[in-house]
């Protein structure tokens, strides 16, 4: 083993621990937010099988086969996640260091004794840096951005081949990089501008005539037109407009500010992503934890002459032209310097492909423009002593390092992540920054579903301040309320919700549940059957969805009952029999609705029934009722004594023991 060979491992073997180090703490954080799709039926099962072509297919799907291979456990599907960013990183290394064999350096930086190893120093720290930046944290630790991950790693690996391929004219490289371009693709359809990005970096290490760029020109771009078209049959509604309902009320908001503004809401769009092109940079050569989170809001431009949006499209668009000029023109290290800012640059593009307003500006996604960083941080290092290099990367690595690990560390709960989100909120930022509310609306729920209800409702007042347009924060607030049993106050969120839009099941439902507390029961009976027809019917695969569904149609029947509709009642506990046939609640309240529908005797047969299996307050209560029917008062007055013997507080049981007490014959 040479002497290189041992240094090159040795640097590796440090990257890894470095990398580890930070990762590993975060192995069993939460899932947060978009992570959430690996557990609703999403994912495991559409993705069951790579014969089934879809989008995404290699990212996601790489997730039900590797649970299928190791087994279950979030911490696995972590860990995998932190070796494709090692394997990126390395792929990164072994692709610049290709370019930087090719580029031609000036005679004084060559004629230096230690310029080699400089070479190799500089392209370590850039590659380290890369590694450690704590922006790559948003693509690593957040586990549902494997997608970004996994394109990154194969268009790192692709470019490889094509420089290693045109360096020793080599047609199996070529072929493996048109592969990884495929690859790529597959894992996340944000690379399908590398194909021409393939163009200058062939013209940097062939130097090639004006027919062989043509010619090259000519069969990267029917590449990308094939698929770009392929994509649009999965995407078209995404092209050149607003995408999502979120949005459209955002864009809502906007044109409010500025009417008109709807019409131009997709070049407004360009002209904002062109700006925050320069912003993902500034961050990842300057990450200040201070100025990124998980939830991002600039403001959006209203006019085209937007300041500061204006200046940096238009910086945009010289880096661009410049960069391809410089490409042309130079194969030395400023030409390769411009070939390191054309990679993002051109696959920048597909932000300009839709409107982005929900998600205008998402770190996880620039993990792939940011693969050129290893070059643009080694050039300006080469030259310089090793070791002052390597002294440099030292303490700048490790400086990012931590501050990558406290970024990994904010991942750990739904809370820590979106309370670091609600630190970064500018709470004086214009009134087009919108969609700061997010943060608040996903904390407070946070918050509502550990049980801190006065938390959360300041999260979710806030929401509602900042604009919250679906009516999500209101209704959040109701539910609020409802916990701290402020019914009256939690009915008149409920309606202010569904005045701002939101028409839910689960709002109904709610709305329900504090209306029957306050004894509005045929409003709340109402209420329930409008969330019923809301639900429809559960997707099998999902438990959860069952279960709401299954709560909802219990509360159903059982306001049925106290709005005396038994034949509504018995047939939705019949229903729920049908699933749960030995539920103690849904028999009892099948024998109430008996009892109410005049079918005493049948009741009966119930409750003696539910007594033998499984004796309880409610049976007895009810096979009370059904023997005072029967002209059996004295047998009622036993079973009411029965039901108060295990419920002893329960105030109706009481009332109604008395009442049978007065109407028994006298022994």
């Not at 200058?200 to 078209?229: D, E, S, T």
């Not at 300041?458 to 402020?486: S, Y």
Request: glycine letters at 8%; one cysteine or more; proline letters at 4%.
């Amino acid at each position: 083993m040479t002497k290189k060979t041992i240094g090159l491992l040795a640097f590796l073997l440090l990257l890894a621990i470095g990398v580890l180090a930070v990762y590993l703490p975060g192995l069993h954080n939460e899932l947060v937010f978009d992570d959430l799709r690996l557990t609703d039926g999403t994912i495991f099962g559409p993705y069951d099988s790579l014969l089934n072509l879809q989008q995404r297919l290699l990212s996601y799907g790489s997730f039900v086969w590797l649970d299928a291979v190791v087994g279950p456990g979030w911490w696995k599907q972590r860990l995998f996640n932190i070796l494709l960013h090692l394997g990126t990183t390395v792929g990164l290394y072994f692709w610049f260091r290709q370019l930087l064999l090719a580029t031609e350096f000036s005679e004084d930086i060559r004629a230096a004794e230690s310029f080699s190893s400089s070479r190799i120093a500089a392209l370590r720290v850039g590659v380290a840096l890369f590694a450690l930046n704590p922006v790559a944290v948003y693509g690593v630790a957040y586990l549902l951005q494997r997608s970004v991950l996994m394109a990154t790693f194969f268009a790192a690996w692709s470019c490889y081949a094509l420089v290693r391929g045109l360096r020793q004219n080599h047609k199996g490289w070529l072929a493996a990089a048109v592969a990884g371009y495929i690859l790529a693709v597959l894992a996340k359809e944000h690379t399908v501008m590398l194909v021409a990005f393939f163009v200058p970096l062939y013209i940097f290490v062939k130097r090639p005539g004006v027919k062989q760029i043509a010619g090259i020109a000519a069969g990267c771009m029917l590449l990308l037109a094939l698929a770009v078209y392929l994509l649009a049959q999965v995407y078209g509604s995404f092209l050149g407009r607003v995408f999502d309902p979120t949005s459209l009320l955002l864009v809502q908001q906007l044109d409010a500010l500025r009417p008109g503004l709807q019409s131009a809401v997709f070049p407004l769009s360009i002209l904002n992503e062109a700006f925050l092109f320069f912003r993902y940079g500034v961050l990842w050569f300057l990450p200040n934890p201070q100025w990124m989170s998980i939830d991002m809001r600039p403001a959006f431009p209203l006019s085209p002459d937007a300041f500061p949006q204006l200046l940096g499209a238009l910086a945009y668009g010289v880096l661009l032209v410049g960069s391809a000029w410089l490409v042309m023109r130079r194969s030395n290290a400023l030409g390769l310097a411009a070939l390191c800012l054309l990679f993002p640059l051109l696959l920048f593009g597909t932000e300009f492909a839709t409107v982005w307003v929900q998600d205008p500006l998402v770190l996880y996604r620039s993990y792939l423009w940011a693969a050129a960083i290893p070059g643009l941080i080694a050039l300006p290092l080469i030259g310089f002593a090793p070791k002052t290099v390597y002294t440099v990367g030292f303490v700048v690595g490790a400086l990012f390092g931590g501050l990558a690990l406290e970024r990994v560390l904010t991942f750990e709960s739904q809370i820590s992540v979106w309370s670091d989100a609600v630190e970064k909120v500018d709470l004086q930022a214009p009134a087009n920054a919108v969609g700061r509310w997010r943060p608040y609306l996903n904390r407070g729920a946070q918050y509502l579903e550990k049980s801190l209800t006065d938390s959360a409702l300041a999260d979710f007042t806030m929401a509602e301040r900042l604009g919250e347009p679906r009516g999500l924060a209101t209704f959040n607030k109701g539910v609020a309320l409802q916990l701290q049993r402020k019914h009256t106050e939690a009915i008149a969120a409920f309606r202010a919700s569904e005045a701002k839009g939101n028409h839910g099941a689960e709002l109904y439902y709610q709305l329900g549940e504090s209306l029957y507390e306050t004894g509005r029961f045929t409003d709340a009976y109402t209420a329930f059957s409008r969330a019923l027809e809301l639900y429809g019917p559960p997707v099998a695969e999902n438990e959860e969805q069952r279960k709401v569904l299954e709560n909802a149609r219990l509360r159903h029947a059982e306001t049925a009952i106290t709005v005396q509709k038994y034949d509504v009642a018995l047939q939705e506990f019949s229903l729920l029999l049908q699933n749960r046939s030995t539920s103690a609640r849904f028999r009892s309240g099948y024998g109430l609705a008996l009892l109410g529908a005049g079918r005493t005797a049948e009741a009966l047969a119930v409750f003696d029934k539910l007594i033998a299996d499984r004796p309880f307050a409610q049976a007895f209560y009810g096979r009370a009722l059904a023997r005072h029917a029967l002209g059996n008062t004295a047998g009622g007055v036993e079973d009411m004594d029965k039901a108060l013997s295990l419920d002893p507080r329960n105030q109706t049981y009481q009332t109604l023991r008395a009442q049978m007490a007065r109407l028994a014959p006298k022994r």
